[in-house]
Structure formats: C-alpha cells, structure tokens
Nanobody, 123 residues
Framework: LQLVESGGGLVQPGGSLRLSCAASGFTLEYNAIGWFRQAPGKEREGVSCISSRGDRTLYADSVKGRFTISRDNAKNTVYLQMNSLKPEDTAVYYC?????????????????WGQGTQVTVSS
C-alpha cells in the first residue's frame, strides 16, 4: 500500500502549483483523503481533506479561497490546486488516507501516509 505525492517545486509568490497524490496497491475510492504540510521547525498541520465521493471538502483557514482539493477516483488520484502561493506556504506536503469515508483534518484520523513533496515559495 503506497501513496505517492508529486507536483512540488519552487514557485514565486503569487504563483500556482498542483500537487497529486496517487495510490498504488489499493483503491482510494472508499477513503477520505487529506493533505497536510510541515514547515521547517514547525509541527505538521492539516491543510485540506475530501470525502470518498468528493462531495465534502474542508480547508484550513490559512488556505481557504486559495487552495482547492479534488479527486478522480477513476485515476485513483487526489489533487491539491494551490493558487496565490505565499512564502508561508513553504513546507513539505503530505497526502494521507483515512479509513473513513469522511473525515476532518485531524491527522490522527489518517493511517496511510505518503513520503511528501517539497513546495518552496520564494522570489
């Protein structure tokens, strides 16, 4: 069972990135999926989550209106579209799968984790 994040990189403030979270070894269609991030010297925090059917989403206040989570169960992939990026968005971003079909962004509700992808917002 594996989750693999991709799409990270270096972007200027105000720019955009789209992160992908692909699953192998299992299907994501029954799992809520969350995105989390950890900045240097800080604890990991929840960013966003989406229900198994994609009909419910949650966002941290810090990213509301800028980030959009979505999923394509046919491709076994979840996405995080990040717009209007700020330097404070710099972090390693992780996706995780919950055993529940709906969830919140409490990381204790997630059991499968990817290795992370680095996002750096800098001029």
């Amino acid at each position: 069972l594996q989750l693999v994040e991709s799409g990270g990189g270096l972007v200027q403030p105000g720019g955009s990135l789209r992160l992908s979270c692909a699953a192998s070894g299992f299907t994501l269609e029954y799992n809520a999926i969350g995105w989390f991030r950890q900045a240097p010297g800080k604890e990991r925090e929840g960013v966003s989550c989406i229900s198994s059917r994609g009909d419910r989403t949650l966002y941290a206040d810090s990213v509301k209106g800028r980030f959009t989570i979505s999923r394509d169960n046919a491709k076994n992939t979840v996405y995080l579209q990040m717009n209007s990026l700020k330097p404070e968005d710099t972090a390693v971003y992780y996706c995780a799968a919950s055993p529940y079909s709906t969830s919140n962004i409490d990381q204790r509700r997630y059991i499968y984790w990817g290795q992370g992808t680095q996002v750096t917002v800098s001029s």
